[in-house]
């Protein structure tokens, strides 16, 4: 298989949405748990995961994760702090970019988040265009 991934997307876009999923699965994570990130090749897509090991999303709170100012502990006693607009952005950022970003709730503890572009092919011996991300699957 090809190591090298590549996606046409806006590197600045792809980076705020990656980071706001890294950010919100260490925030829901138990202190000393383990966030992995890994990406590879599905079907003609790109599929970035990441996976946490917190207290894990039910699949029947789909909408309301990716709702505007939701929250889906709004109580006064909740853990951690955020305004609810981060996945909604996350959201309309992978919309316009024709991508997807979902979630599926983990066999074991935690969430695994996901986005998905298509993937495009790119020789070896081009240059990059401004805005392509490129990407390197781990060994």
Request: aromatic share 6%; proline share 4%.
């Amino acid at each position: 298989m090809d190591p090298a991934l590549f996606v046409h997307a806006d590197e600045d876009r792809l980076e705020q949405v990656l980071s706001n999923i890294l950010s919100n699965a260490a925030k829901f994570s138990s202190p000393g748990e383990t966030v992995s990130i890994s990406a590879e090749a599905v079907d003609d897509d790109v599929r970035i995961s990441v996976v946490d090991r917190g207290c894990g999303l039910s699949e029947d709170s789909r909408q309301a994760v990716f709702e505007e100012f939701r929250q889906l502990d709004s109580s006064d006693r909740r853990k951690v702090g955020g305004t609810g607009l981060g996945m909604n952005i996350s959201k309309r950022i992978m919309d316009a970019h024709e991508g997807i970003l979902d979630y599926s709730k983990n066999d074991g503890p935690g969430t695994t988040f996901f986005v998905e572009l298509r993937r495009v092919e790119v020789p070896v011996t081009s240059t990059p265009e401004p805005n392509v991300h490129w990407m390197r699957q781990s060994a």
